[in-house]
């Protein structure tokens, strides 16, 4: 469930001083967005692929991933948490201004596993906003149609399924994980 507040000009330190009850916040358009925890098999996507991006960023030494508890300060008025980021060592600097604060700009790869609450539209206009502040791919996971969104630009998107292969393009060259292992069920 997804729960507007508002309340004029969000700070940094004022996002980050709300309670640490299991929710995250995103601010969306000004207004912030209280969301509820995800489920299991939300968690388990993020996981196996967070793992797989991060052993392949450390091996090859090109910038840092990031897990959903961090924000990514795309403006005055938006504030996203994306499920996974990634930001290239050419960008780190240039971001993360201030460490124990949220990253000044978008991550170069967002990456946001839906949960049946988020609709689409809203996840579009997201992807929107990655791109308007410097993302530059996108994956849009659909864990109920087994179905992965690849966005190289904010409009125009690829439909990978199936025994496809999740790549990294020319941002994370050689990078490829399975859509089979990234979807498996773990209880069989």
Not at 140 to 162: C, H, K, N, S
Not at 173 to 184: E, K, N, T
Request: aromatic share 10%.
């Amino acid at each position: 469930m997804i729960t507007p507040v508002c309340q004029p000009g969000w700070t940094d330190d004022a996002i980050m001083a709300l309670p640490q009850n299991g929710k995250r916040y995103e601010l969306r358009k000004g207004e912030l967005v209280i969301m509820s925890p995800a489920g299991a098999q939300h968690g388990e996507i993020a996981v196996r692929l967070v793992s797989a991006l991060s052993a392949f960023v450390e091996k090859k030494r090109l910038g840092n991933v990031y897990d959903s508890s961090t924000g990514f300060r795309l403006s005055p008025d938006i504030c996203y948490s994306p499920d996974i980021a990634f930001v290239c060592n050419d960008r780190l600097r240039l971001l993360r201004v201030e460490p124990e604060k949220f990253l000044q700009g978008a991550p170069d790869l967002a990456v946001e596993v839906l949960s049946p609450t988020d609709s689409l539209r809203e996840m579009t206009e997201k992807v929107k906003d990655y791109f308007q502040h410097g993302t530059s791919l996108a994956w849009v996971i659909d864990p109920q149609q087994r179905l992965v969104r690849i966005y190289r630009e904010p409009m125009r998107f690829a439909i990978l399924r199936g025994n496809s292969f999740l790549t990294g393009h020319d941002l994370l060259p050689g990078f490829r994980h399975s859509l089979r292992r990234l979807f498996a069920d773990p209880a069989f």
